[in-house]
């Protein structure tokens, strides 16, 4: 095998791993396996595709060896093959929202529906946690929250934070927090509550990247 052989070879293989990338559904659904593993019905209904289709996608990402599976009882589950993938899609996802303009543009504007706060960086949220002036909320489904968590967050998911809004004190700032910064529960969140007179704002990061950052977690 001569160097020009050789090169095309490798640079062929490894743009296998990019054409799997290369997708918005396959992308939606790397973010969702950072929080975990799902089984494909889950996965179909978080990301508003049929189950055939969403099935074809981790097909894909499968052969790319970017995601597995392992079975519980009747169920296959899929999640990331291995924490090198949650740390490839956060470096593109970080590259899309800094170099392409549009897609700062389309998270400034989409938030603007729901408040026009500036969301808080998980380093300074770290520094707001030690005063012990601010609340962490975790909006993720319980589940979610049941495999990890940011230390000290309580859970209300979304859909819960209506009835649950009394158990909240307005005498601390409330930090809310989701899957990460393409997740809109946190925007929702925030939305709720300041409107019911709370003093609220979203991280900008979630949970996964709390994680990745080495933060305290439970």
């Known amino acids: ?19 799997a990338l290369a997708n918005p559904h396959r992308m939606e659904i790397i973010d969702l396996l950072a929080q975990g593993s799902f089984p494909v019905e889950t996965i179909a209904q978080y990301t508003g595709m049929s189950i055939a289709n969403a099935s074809q996608h981790l097909q894909v990402l499968k052969s790319a060896r970017l995601v597995d599976t392992t079975r519980r009882g009747n169920f296959i589950h899929y ?9 490839t899609w956060r470096s593109l996802r970080e590259l899309g929202i800094a170099h392409n303009a549009e897609v700062e543009k389309l998270m400034n504007d989409y938030r603007k529906g729901y408040h026009p706060l500036e ?9 707001k946690i030690e005063t012990g002036k601010v609340v962490l909320l975790d909006v993720r489904p319980e589940e979610e929250y049941a495999r990890g968590h940011i230390h000290r967050a309580l859970s209300m998911p979304i859909d819960q934070i209506s009835k649950r809004i009394k158990e909240l004190s307005k005498d ?14 946190a925007d929702e969140a925030v939305e709720l509550l300041t409107k019911t007179g709370f003093s609220a704002n979203r991280m900008v990061e979630g949970f996964p990247d709390w994680q990745a950052k080495g933060y305290p977690i439970e």
């Open 172 to 185: 601390k700032e409330i930090i809310a927090y989701c899957r990460g910064p393409l997740c809109v529960y």
């Open 1 to 19: 095998m001569d160097k020009r052989e050789f090169k095309n070879k490798v640079y062929g293989e490894l743009a296998k791993t990019t054409k």
């Open 79 to 87: 999640h990331l093959a291995n924490e090198k993938v949650f740390q």
């Open 119 to 127: 969301p808080i960086a998980a380093d300074e949220l770290l520094k």
